[in-house]
């Protein structure tokens, strides 16, 4: 029996409407947002939970709580699921970002995000090694199971592109939306991506 593995990102906050860098800063979610985590909490009612875990940032947490409240869960906050660190970026805007004082770091970043990172920040393959340890444990907890995970956009692409094989090129070809969801299927014949980037469900 294959293990289940939603992954939702969290819903909308303040500053992903501003288009703010958010990283490892701890927002929380906009009244938007909420509704959102509900309508993905309302989604996942009737599947077969078995347990939640999610970053331990407010954003995810609070997401998280939402759905786990649904299954009577407590959810399991994970450090390792947050989002990658942008630095001294975070709190900034793109614009904010072409002063003079970033003009340097910003260009090498958009030559190659993958490979080059925030002042301060936090390199993609350090995101995807450190996002992949815990779906693999989580995974392994739950063999034949439900569970849900809830990130960010960057640590839920991770996991995808770990679960997936794919590595940083896979990475960089994902743009899941908040409050999204996908879900992914581990069985004896491998990992199969059943659902990508839903947004059906929410009342928008």
Request: charged content about 20%; some cysteine; aromatic content about 6%.
């Amino acid at each position: 029996m294959a293990t289940r593995v939603f992954l939702v990102r969290h819903g909308e906050t303040e500053w992903n409407a501003q288009r703010r860098i958010q990283g490892h800063t701890d927002t929380a979610l906009s009244a938007r947002g909420v509704a959102q985590a509900e309508c993905v909490a309302g989604r996942l009612a009737d599947e077969p939970v078995a347990a939640v875990y999610s970053s331990d940032l407010r954003r995810a947490f609070q997401t998280a709580e939402a759905i786990a409240s649904r299954h009577g869960l407590r959810v399991v906050p994970e450090v390792g699921l947050r989002e990658v660190s942008f630095g001294e970026w975070e709190g900034k805007t793109e614009e904010d970002l072409g002063a003079a004082a970033y003009a340097q770091a910003l260009q090498l970043w958009r030559a190659d995000p993958l490979r080059n990172r925030p002042p301060g920040g936090e390199s993609i393959p350090a995101l995807l090694q450190r996002v992949g340890k815990v779906f693999d444990r989580v995974v392994a907890a739950h063999t034949g199971q439900t569970v849900v995970i809830v990130g960010h956009g960057g640590s839920m692409r991770a996991v995808l592109a770990h679960a997936l094989g794919g590595g940083l090129e896979t990475y960089a070809a994902l743009r899941p939306h908040n409050a999204s969801l996908s879900l992914i299927e581990v069985g004896d014949s491998g990992v199969v991506l059943q659902l990508y980037n839903d947004t059906c469900f929410l009342n928008e």
